[in-house]
């Protein structure tokens, strides 16, 4: 851990009870911090991980909701003060421009870009006066390169990398930094098959599909390098250079 964030300081993961979320929960144990693992439905996942981390508890909330930002802070009460947000849930349904819904639109909204707004506004406040901050916020690499699947989704991502850029600007002056991870595909997602996964997971030009591990590297690396601060580290294997018109695991089917 850097001087920036003290001896003893709590990491916040949302949506930490499965997957990246999960990982990224378990690695910043290894490294030291304090986790407060953050889940909204998976209760038996997200307890039986904080049992498993030396110094972490589980925390229930709605992010979509007004006062879930506010009972994650809440859960803090007794941790060491929180240094490290790290904006990982995030709700991902299939539609498209012919049949988005208003519910889908909102839903999606509150989930990725409004939630994460609002805990991040409180994790700030959170942070004592004087000491350092980080906020890291996972993105999606298709917002390198746009297609319309997943469309209220896209456009939640989008909200949600103006909520990161004005983040930074707005909390630089209070020593918090605010940055980003876009990875492409990296699990099997969504209405995907894991035989769809196999064929499009390295559909990039190196040829290398993008693993956990390396959303781990990155954090690990905003983390430790106190000067970078609203940048997004992009891990995609160059599929942006490919310009592709549809999601990847659509491209092996007719348009």
């Known amino acids: 851990m850097t001087p920036e964030f003290g001896n003893s300081r709590t990491a916040i993961v949302t949506g930490a009870a ?11 144990a290894a490294d030291g911090w304090d986790v407060l693992v953050h889940y909204r439905h998976s209760a038996a996942e997200a ?46 349904v299939y539609d498209s421009l012919d049949d988005f819904s208003v519910e889908a639109w909102d839903m999606h909204m ?13 994790f700030a406040a959170a942070v004592p006066e004087g000491q ?41 002056s209070s020593h918090i930094r605010v940055n ?31 693993e956990v591990s390396e959303i781990v590297a990155a954090l690990r690396f905003l983390i430790a390098v106190p000067t970078i601060t609203g940048q997004t580290i992009t891990l995609d294997g160059g599929q942006r250079f490919l310009g592709l018109a549809r999601d990847v695991q659509y491209l092996d089917q007719e348009p």
């Not at 499965?18 to 910043?28: D, M």
């Not at 110094?55 to 007004?66: E, F, G, H, N, Q």
């Not at 997602?189 to 390295?202: L, M």
């Open 47 to 92: 307890k039986a991980l904080a049992a498993r981390l030396p110094r972490a508890r589980a925390v229930a909330a709605d992010l979509a909701t007004a006062d879930g930002a506010d009972r994650v802070i809440a859960a803090l009460a007794g941790m060491p003060p929180p240094a490290l947000l790290v904006n990982s849930a995030s709700s991902f």
């Open 180 to 210: 980003a991870i876009a990875p492409s595909v990296t699990l099997v997602s969504g209405p995907q098959s894991r035989e769809n996964f196999e064929k499009v997971h390295a559909l990039n030009p190196l040829g290398r599909g993008v």
């Open 132 to 172: 350092g901050g980080l906020i890291v916020n996972m993105l999606d690499a298709k917002l390198s390169g746009l297609n319309p699947d997943f469309f209220t989704y896209t456009i939640s991502k989008i909200a949600f990398a103006g909520v990161h850029e004005l983040l930074a600007r707005s909390l630089a």
């Open 110 to 122: 509150a989930a990725n870009a409004r939630g994460p707004a609002l805990l991040s506004r409180a």
């Open 18 to 28: 499965k997957r990246i979320g999960a990982e990224i929960a378990s690695a910043l």
